[in-house]
């Protein structure tokens, strides 16, 4: 069954960082700047695959969710391989389309990703990278962070704590709406990206 399966993913077919095919029995899940993750058929599991350029951050990942290991604000890894990881299928919204569907985004939900980062911190890990679309709102409500690849970095990030900011400064306050068109929080992440935002 591993072999038919790992015969499957192999199947899908990169020109660099774009998907240029792919069996119609994984379910595309969703890409990021590094992989692309299926979900496998008649599973709970997917597979994060890494684009070519990338393969070497597929073991650096998975050492990362081994040190992470037994922790639930992070999903269960089952396997790592050349190139990819077999992880536990997660089923929710992240906090990004909570934003653009108009989702509570509260309290609590923002101290389960607090709780998730001081545990990696405290496994010699350095958070890095967390931002909306790498925070998962799941079907029972609960909190998972994903894509902790860069969580073995040296440099200190301040994606999580200016989210933080931001949510306590401005997503709180009652006159604020609690939902936003998408083109509206592309343009803040942008304008956060060039530091043009005050935080």
């Given at each position: 069954m591993r072999a038919t399966q790992e015969a499957l993913w192999k199947q899908v077919e990169f020109k660099g960082d774009k998907v240029v095919s792919y069996p119609s029995e994984l379910?595309?899940?969703?890409?990021?700047?590094?992989?692309?993750?299926?979900?496998i058929p008649q599973s709970d599991r997917v597979v994060k695959i890494f684009y070519p350029?990338?393969?070497?951050?597929?073991?650096?990942?998975?050492?990362?969710?081994r040190k992470l290991a037994n922790h639930d604000l992070f999903p269960e890894l089952f396997e790592a391989g050349d190139g990819y990881l077999v992880m536990e299928y997660i089923e929710g919204v992240t906090l990004y389309?909570?934003?653009?569907?108009?989702?509570?985004?509260?309290?609590?939900?923002?101290?389960?990703?607090d709780e998730a980062l001081d545990f990696a911190r405290r496994k010699g890990l350095n958070p890095s990278d967390t931002h909306l679309k790498n925070i998962i709102l799941t079907s029972d409500q609960n909190i998972k962070v994903i894509d902790v690849v860069r969580f073995t970095q040296e440099e200190e990030c301040p994606h999580w704590e200016d989210?933080?900011?931001?949510?306590?400064?401005?997503?709180?306050?009652?006159?604020?709406?609690?939902?936003?068109?998408?083109?509206?929080?592309?343009?803040?992440?942008?304008l956060y990206r060039r530091r043009w935002l005050p935080i």
């Open positions: 379910e595309w899940v969703g890409q990021g700047r590094s992989a692309v993750v299926f979900r350029q990338f393969h070497a951050l597929a073991r650096i990942e998975a050492d990362v969710y389309d909570c934003l653009v569907q108009g989702i509570p985004i509260t309290e609590e939900m923002i101290h389960g990703v989210l933080k900011k931001a949510y306590f400064k401005y997503y709180q306050r009652s006159y604020f709406p609690k939902k936003y068109p998408k083109f509206f929080v592309e343009l803040i992440i942008r």
